[in-house]
């Protein structure tokens, strides 16, 4: 009895609640329950849960009460976890752990046999993997019992069928087939289709095979497997089949032939027992052939019914033609049929005549090859024989041609002595005949030439075009080419040098043209003055500086002015040296002396620049200058304008310049003038081309926001915010640039900005650097003039620096201001009236800005670091600049792209023609009185002796002459202030011309050499010149020569007076020929002495110097047409801009009535009187006069230094500044110790140009150094109330 707390009562207990959770089938509890402790249970597996439910549940349904003691648990649950682990290694595949597990003896396996463990382990790896493929997941005890029992009998099996293969074998050794049948029978070894009845035949193939096996493998104890011996009684019974389908056709075949039925004979031969490819169409054949054969077999009485046949060649077979039996063992007593085919006969019958049938089909169906061989086996035959023959003929050679040649002169000699026999019986015919025959082949040869000829006309003619064109090209390339042209070549091309209707024509037009460009442009510059004056005063007028009075009465000028030009420009009239008086002209033709030399030798203009103060000289420069040059509208202008702009700088440079940085910090008078000229008429296409579609793009971009300025990117941010909300931002409005970048918003907004600068700054660099051979010549020299002057007088300044000041030219003061104001410089075009808005001009600044910052490489620093980012981007930039600026200085000289030098103005066909105003004559010749002892400072100068010759500066009467303006008329003045703007034009010439034997005339006798030369090889021609010259000329040559003389004569009396060439040029042309040779020998003679010529190269150099200038001549030409196409060009610019400033008057005429009618309706008793109040009141400004000391000024800063001057005496220096005549303009006299020094006239404008342009310091008096900007302040503070 179990007592309760003991260990068999606790077990009892466990015992109870496994069997109940088995009853439940609940695997979780049942594996909880058998896992107790107090169960006293093997150790169990909880992954395999349901394998032990399942086994357990199984075996308490067993039980007779339903309940399994503990005995029982202990013993099912040690077999059962034995079972986990086997199926675990199972599972790992871990042959090893299978095999220890199948032995384990707890999990009580049957029939388990030690060798056969490593089968069990891989048939069980198998049964386990096709398990789990189908979703289950533990092999059950049964079900590897199972696979135990099958691998068992699998393994009996495999042995009882090795017993029955050795007996197979043996029984084969012993050689009687009924053992061997009886072996093959053997239930163990499982062979397929054995048959009793071929026991015989099994025995006969299976004794071969093995017989073979062992001679291939060198041992006779060599066994047959039973895949061999299957194959073996596969073969043997197929043997069979094949013997007995043979012999039952043979049969009825050899049936067929004795019945004498042949209609069959083709039927039986494609049945299956034959399976021959028979021919229908060769059935008779096939009949015919075997009856044949088989009449040929002999018969034998005692032939009984069996036929023998052979299965492959080594086995008989014995087949009953009655009874069809068959048979491998011969029969008792069998006599084999000798009179019937055998099927081996049978079959080589009828494949030989299938095979016959086939081949001649074959033959039929190649019959064009078959010929086609034949020809060709035929062709080889003859071509042998042939070959043999002419080897035969060749053998012979000699004799053969001895034959011949004997019977070919019996025959040759016969037929010539008959001929000639014939022929001097018939010689007076003979000779008739030969003359007729003769005569027409000639006639009808020349026919036949002639009418080829006529048919191909134009050919010929373009081939004698194409022969003379190509001559003559060769001869110019020679011309063009050759370094020493020949006389030949020369005296073709010297007709070039003539001028013909066409030229003069020409050069009349671009005389014509120049006339009125040039007027245009000084009307153009003029009223552009006066309607920038008139933007000052409205200006100030809106700011109450001075009267409407002032305003109205400027308008009335500009009004007048403008109608007067209109009025000129209708009419045409000029002042030249015909329309004044007789007396005058004496006068006026030595002026025509005076400015042709100013023009061609700069180096007076040069000092007379420097020699007047700034503001006289500026004046000097855009009024006179320009004016003696045309404003360079034809190449010799512009040459000769150049050579003044280089000599001028090169000058300034050396007197004026101290330090490499007064170029950029001062405002140098040449450069100042440079640009200036390059940036009106002649250089504004280039920039407008430059820059127009870029800018312009700037400007019409909506979407395109930039500014560079914190603050302001943080008020609009703060604006946009309170706009947004509708409430007042709590953030401060004022703040410093730093305190406005700490907002991430303005941060961010400042880099957008910089992308789009830098993407719009790409842009405008690209058109920049891409238009190199755009920008005018003109400013790529002299920046190239500066930059070799500079490293000239400081040879320590490094590439970089000289880079710098080319740039501050190039860039800064030509392109820069356009950029920034475009509307100022017509590189955009604007209305009347219209403006630039103020978000366009500070996108522009801004890329100006950048610019200017990479042309000159300074970084942004200081108040701009926080554009700190960009300074890379400036650093790549200037070195595309420095590039850029490097290529402009590239530049030929002027000599060599104009092609013109000092003796050109010989060889050109019109005179230089200037217009300038007798004002400007006058002030011209003042001036050079003036500054005469320092610009000709040697008393035998040219210049001396022609300012000799003019004696004192005239007044506009005396230079008009008495009666050009009535004494009595009390508008004297205003009329003389009118006539003294009078234009003239003035023929410029030489006034001495170039005298033979002065060695600083040898170029002008060379030029005239030239010209006679051409003239006498026009008419006489010859191999060297000397030859020419030593050759009297004949009668023909002579009138030749009158003929050239007689037109050039007729030309020379319809051109124009301005136009001819000087005296001394038109009587030589008029020589005779031998006395041009004469003088020509002469010529020659004294250039040789100087060095110019040579008999020993037969004056070749001088050929060589005519050639140049025929090449020239046609240069000229071209260049002359170019000229016309660019004047006129320039006129219709010139047009447009006077249309747009009579817009602006226009425009400026609307305001003023606008606002007199405001000032009339507002107070109808006030009127503007010319000599009221309010005049008074407008002039009181100008009776202010202002007085400091230098000192005073030094303070104020307006004043930064005097040269030669130290600070403490600048007490001593007085400044007196009063305002003059015209708005905007105030005299300076500077005194020392009471003691009037000079007086400059100054310009408010021209501070303001200068403000604008950055310019920071100027020099006054040419020693007063003064801050521009304080200098702006003072003025507006003490006469604008500003």
Same mark, same amino acid.
């Given at each position: 009895m179990w007592v309760p707390g003991s260990a068999g009562f606790t077990e009892l207990i466990a015992v109870?609640?496994?069997?109940?959770?088995?009853?439940?089938?609940?695997?979780?509890?049942?594996?909880?329950?058998?896992?107790?402790? !107090?169960?006293?249970? /093997? &150790? =169990?597996?909880?992954?395999?849960?349901? =394998?032990?439910?399942?086994?357990?549940?199984?075996?308490?349904?067993?039980?007779?009460?339903?309940?399994?003691?503990?005995?029982?648990?202990?013993?099912?649950?040690?077999?059962?976890?034995?079972?986990?682990?086997?199926?675990?290694? @199972?599972?790992?595949?871990?042959a090893a752990a299978t095999k220890t597990h199948l032995s384990n003896p707890s999990i009580g396996f049957n029939n388990l046999e030690e060798e056969n463990l490593q089968r069990y382990a891989d048939t069980l790896m198998t049964i386990k993997s096709e398990a789990s493929s189908q979703g289950q997941e533990y092999l059950s005890w049964n079900d590897i019992q199972n696979c135990i029992d099958m691998v068992n009998a699998q393994i009996q099996e495999e042995n009882d069928r090795i017993l029955a293969v050795s007996l197979i074998n043996e029984a084969i050794d012993h050689g009687e087939p009924t053992k061997t049948l009886e072996a093959l029978l053997l239930p163990t070894v499982k062979l397929q289709n054995v048959r009793a009845e071929n026991a015989c035949h099994y025995q006969d193939v299976l004794k071969?095979?093995?017989?073979? #096996?062992?001679?291939?493998?060198?041992?006779?104890?060599?066994?047959?497997?039973?895949?061999?011996?299957?194959?073996?009684?596969?073969?043997?019974?197929?043997?069979?089949?094949?013997?007995?389908?043979?012999?039952?056709?043979?049969?009825?075949?050899?049936?067929?032939?004795?019945?004498?039925?042949?209609?069959?004979?083709?039927?039986?031969?494609?049945?299956?027992? $034959?399976?021959?490819?028979?021919?229908?169409?060769?059935?008779?054949?096939?009949?015919?052939?075997?009856?044949?054969?088989?009449? @040929?077999?002999?018969?034998?009485?005692? !032939?009984?019914?069996?036929?023998?046949?052979?299965?492959?060649?080594?086995?008989?077979?014995? $087949?009953?033609?009655?009874?069809?039996?068959?048979?491998?063992?011969?029969?008792?007593?069998?006599?084999?049929?000798?009179?019937?085919?055998?099927?081996? &006969?049978?079959?080589?019958?009828?494949?030989?005549?299938?095979?016959?049938?086939?081949?001649q089909q074959l033959w039929f169906a190649n019959e064009d090859l078959i010929i086609q061989l034949q020809a060709q086996a035929r062709g080889f035959l003859v071509r042998k024989k042939y070959k043999e023959r002419k080897v035969y003929l060749q053998s012979q050679? /000699?004799? =053969?041609?001895?034959?011949?040649?004997?019977?070919?002169?019996?025959?040759?000699?016969?037929?010539?002595?008959?001929? @000639?026999?014939?022929?001097?019986?018939?010689?007076?015919?003979?000779?008739?005949?030969q003359s007729w025959v003769k005569m027409w082949l000639a006639r009808r040869a020349y026919r036949k030439r002639l009418q080829y000829f006529k048919d191909h006309n134009e050919e010929i003619v373009k081939i004698q075009a194409f022969i003379?064109?190509? *001559?003559?090209?060769?001869?110019?390339?020679?011309?063009?080419?050759?370094?020493?042209?020949?006389?030949?070549?020369?005296?073709?091309?010297?007709? @070039?040098?003539?001028?013909?209707?066409?030229?003069f024509q020409e050069e009349l037009e671009v005389t014509r043209l120049r006339e009125e460009v040039v007027t245009n442009i000084r009307s153009s510059q003029q009223l552009e003055k006066d309607l920038n004056l008139m933007d000052i005063k409205i200006g100030l007028l809106v700011k109450n500086r001075i009267t409407l009075q002032d305003?109205?009465?400027?308008?009335? #000028?500009?009004?007048?002015?403008? *109608?007067?030009?209109?009025?000129?420009?209708?009419?045409?009239? *000029?002042?030249?040296?015909?329309?004044?008086?007789?007396?005058?002209?004496?006068?006026?033709?030595?002026?025509?002396?005076? $400015?042709?030399?100013?023009?061609?030798? /700069?180096?007076?203009?040069?000092?007379?620049?420097?020699?007047? /103060?700034?503001?006289?000289?500026?004046?000097?420069?855009?009024?006179?200058?320009?004016?003696?040059?045309?404003?360079?509208?034809?190449?010799?202008?512009e040459y000769l304008l150049l050579k003044l702009f280089k000599t001028a700088l090169e000058e300034e440079i050396n007197s004026k310049v101290d330090q490499i940085q007064d170029i950029v910090t001062g405002n140098p008078t040449v450069i100042k003038m440079v640009v200036s000229f390059n940036r009106s008429a002649r250089g504004q296409n280039t920039l407008r081309h430059l820059l127009a579609p870029v800018v312009k793009e700037i400007m019409d971009d909506k979407s395109l926001v930039i500014s560079t300025s914190p603050v302001e990117m943080y008020k609009a941010w703060v604006n946009q915010l309170e706009m947004q909300t509708g409430e007042a931002s709590k953030l401060p409005y004022d703040v410093t640039t730093e305190q406005a970048l700490t907002h991430s918003e303005v941060a961010v907004r400042l880099e957008s900005s910089i992308q789009s600068l830098r993407a719009v700054t790409d842009k405008v660099l690209a058109s920049i650097f891409s238009s190199l051979n755009l920008m005018p010549y003109g400013m790529r020299y002299i920046a190239k003039v500066l930059k070799n002057s500079l490293h000239e007088k400081f040879p320590d300044a490094t590439e970089d620096e000289l880079l710098k000041i080319v740039g501050n030219l190039l860039y800064y003061r030509y392109m820069n201001p356009a950029i920034v104001a475009p509307d100022g410089f017509d590189i955009i075009d604007m209305t009347a009236g219209g403006q630039i808005h103020s978000d366009q001009r500070k996108k522009l600044g801004c =890329?100006?800005?950048?610019?200017?910052?990479?042309?000159?490489?300074?970084?942004? !620093?200081?108040?701009?670091?926080?554009?700190?980012?960009?300074n890379s981007y400036l650093s790549q930039t200037y070195e595309k600049f420095r590039n850029f600026f490097q290529a402009a200085c590239i530049v030929p000289e002027p000599e060599e792209k104009f092609n013109i030098d000092e003796y050109s103005d010989m060889v050109t066909l019109s005179k230089p023609v200037i217009y300038i105003s007798i004002e400007e004559i006058i002030n011209t010749h003042s001036l050079l009185l003036e500054h005469q002892d320092a610009i000709a400072p040697d008393p035998n100068d040219v210049l001396n002796e022609l300012l000799t010759g003019l004696g004192e500066v005239p007044d506009v009467e005396t230079f008009l002459g008495e009666g050009?303006?009535?004494?009595?008329?009390?508008?004297? !003045?205003?009329?003389?202030?009118?006539?003294?703007?009078?234009?003239i034009s003035l023929s410029l010439t030489r006034k001495y011309d170039l005298r033979e034997g002065e060695e600083q005339d040898i170029k002008g006798l060379m030029m005239k050499t030239k010209r006679l030369i051409v003239d006498v090889i026009r008419t006489q021609p010859g191999e060297t010149l000397a030859k020419i010259l030593e050759t009297p000329a004949s009668e023909h040559q002579e009138a030749e020569h009158l003929k050239i003389v007689e037109k050039r004569v007729i030309l020379d009396s319809k051109t124009p007076e301005k136009m001819k060439h000087s005296r001394s040029i038109l009587e030589e042309g008029q020589l005779p020929l031998e006395q041009k040779k004469r003088k020509i020998q002469r010529n020659l003679r004294t250039l040789e002495q100087a060095g110019l010529v040579s008999t020993e190269n037969k004056y070749q150099d001088i050929i060589n110097e005519i050639a140049k200038d025929i090449r020239n001549q046609r240069r000229y030409r071209q260049h002359r047409k170019a000229e016309l196409v660019k004047l006129q060009q320039t006129l219709n610019a010139l047009n447009s801009k006077k249309a747009f400033y009579e817009d602006q008057i226009n425009y400026y005429n609307t305001y003023i009535k606008t606002c007199l009618d405001n000032l009339t309706r507002k107070n109808s008793r006030r009127s503007i009187k010319i000599s009221g109040k309010e005049e008074e009141k407008g002039n009181k400004l100008k009776n202010i006069s202002l007085k400091y000391t230098a000192a005073r000024l030094h303070e104020k800063g307006v004043i930064l230094g005097i040269d030669e001057l130290q600070p403490n005496q600048f007490k001593n220096v007085m400044f007196e500044i009063t305002p003059g005549e015209e708005v905007g303009d105030f005299d300076i006299k500077a005194k020392f110790l009471g003691v009037e020094m000079e007086k400059v006239h100054l310009h408010f404008q021209d501070l303001l140009q200068m403000q604008y342009e950055g310019v920071s310091v100027m020099k006054m008096f040419d020693k007063a150094k003064v801050n521009v900007n304080l200098l702006i302040f003072l003025l507006n503070k003490k006469f604008y109330g500003k």
């Open positions: 109870d609640h496994i069997n109940t959770a088995i009853r439940n089938c609940d695997p979780n509890k049942t594996i909880a329950a058998l896992m107790k402790p !107090e169960a006293q249970l /093997p &150790e =169990v597996y909880p992954s395999a849960a349901t =394998v032990y439910q399942a086994e357990l549940f199984n075996l308490q349904q067993q039980n007779a009460v339903n309940y399994l003691a503990h005995d029982e648990l202990a013993i099912a649950v040690e077999m059962l976890s034995a079972v986990v682990l086997l199926n675990q290694s @199972l599972e790992s595949k871990n071969n095979e093995k017989t073979l #096996k062992c001679q291939e493998s060198q041992d006779d104890s060599s066994l047959l497997w039973l895949d061999e011996i299957q194959k073996g009684i596969d073969d043997a019974n197929r043997n069979l089949e094949n013997a007995s389908k043979l012999a039952i056709g043979t049969t009825m075949i050899n049936q067929c032939l004795e019945n004498g039925d042949s209609a069959q004979i083709v039927a039986i031969l494609q049945s299956p027992n $034959f399976n021959l490819r028979a021919v229908p169409e060769c059935a008779e054949t096939y009949y015919n052939s075997l009856l044949e054969a088989k009449s @040929l077999k002999a018969k034998d009485s005692d !032939e009984g019914p069996w036929i023998k046949s052979s299965m492959q060649g080594m086995y008989n077979y014995y $087949f009953n033609v009655e009874t069809g039996e068959g048979t491998c063992v011969p029969p008792e007593g069998i006599v084999p049929k000798t009179s019937w085919l055998t099927g081996e &006969e049978i079959q080589n019958i009828v494949g030989q005549i299938t095979s016959d049938y086939n081949r050679e /000699p004799s =053969v041609i001895k034959i011949q040649a004997s019977w070919k002169g019996y025959k040759q000699r016969k037929v010539y002595s008959e001929r @000639l026999e014939m022929l001097q019986k018939n010689v007076a015919s003979v000779i008739k005949i003379k064109a190509n *001559k003559a090209r060769e001869d110019y390339r020679t011309l063009t080419g050759s370094e020493n042209p020949p006389l030949n070549v020369l005296r073709k091309f010297a007709y @070039l040098m003539d001028q013909s209707d066409l030229d305003v109205v009465s400027h308008s009335k #000028k500009l009004n007048k002015k403008n *109608k007067n030009r209109a009025e000129e420009m209708v009419t045409g009239e *000029k002042q030249g040296i015909k329309g004044l008086s007789k007396e005058r002209r004496k006068k006026l033709e030595a002026y025509q002396h005076l $400015f042709y030399l100013l023009q061609t030798n /700069p180096t007076y203009l040069a000092k007379l620049i420097f020699q007047m /103060p700034q503001n006289k000289s500026t004046k000097f420069m855009d009024t006179v200058i320009f004016t003696l040059y045309n404003y360079a509208s034809n190449q010799r202008e =890329v100006a800005k950048v610019l200017q910052h990479a042309a000159s490489n300074n970084l942004f !620093e200081g108040e701009n670091a926080h554009l700190s980012s960009m050009a303006v009535d004494p009595n008329d009390p508008n004297k !003045e205003n009329m003389l202030s009118q006539l003294v703007k009078t234009e």
